[in-house]
């Protein structure tokens, strides 16, 4: 199960930029699961002329696993030179993603949703 639910992932996070939540009836049975999504959508692929590349150009990482996580939260920082001055700045250029479970459930996570959403019109 981990292996479908990671290639799921791995396939709607080729096209957005974002954190993935599982949730739903999915998210009691996460630590059964979600080490084996995670690797998976680390993993990668063999072209037809036998080349490996990486299933995803970022890395996943298990928000659910606190060592994971403070990897996730840490980054790579590094400091670097601004072309042309002898400014320096910080950088990341760890590009990552990390899949967590829901805490609130489905009908919890949706009232707090339209409750901001409400908030947010009464505003305007």
């Given at each position: 199960?981990?292996?479908?639910?990671?290639?799921?992932?791995?396939?709607?996070?080729?096209?957005?930029d974002?954190?993935?939540?599982?949730?739903?009836?999915?998210?009691?049975?996460?630590?059964?699961?979600?080490?084996?999504?995670?690797?998976?959508?680390?993993?990668?692929?063999?072209?037809?002329?036998?080349?490996?590349?990486?299933?995803?150009?970022?890395?996943?990482?298990?928000?659910?696993?606190?060592?994971?996580?403070?990897?996730?939260?840490?980054?790579?920082?590094?400091?670097?030179v601004?072309?042309?001055?002898?400014r320096?700045?910080?950088?990341?250029?760890?590009?990552?993603?990390g899949?967590?479970?829901?805490?609130?459930?489905?009908s919890?996570?949706?009232?707090?949703?339209?409750?901001?959403?409400?908030?947010?019109?009464?505003?305007?």
């Amino acid at each position: 199960m981990g292996v479908v639910v990671g290639d799921a992932l791995a396939q709607a996070l080729t096209l957005i930029d974002g954190l993935a939540v599982i949730g739903g009836g999915l998210s009691h049975n996460g630590p059964l699961f979600l080490p084996a999504a995670v690797a998976e959508m680390n993993g990668t692929y063999r072209s037809p002329d036998g080349n490996t590349f990486r299933r995803l150009a970022q890395t996943a990482f298990n928000l659910e696993d606190a060592a994971q996580l403070d990897v996730f939260l840490k980054g790579a920082k590094k400091e670097i030179v601004v072309p042309g001055t002898t400014r320096k700045i910080g950088y990341d250029p760890m590009p990552r993603i990390g899949v967590g479970i829901s805490k609130l459930g489905t009908s919890e996570a949706v009232a707090v949703g339209a409750y901001a959403f409400a908030l947010r019109k009464l505003d305007e």
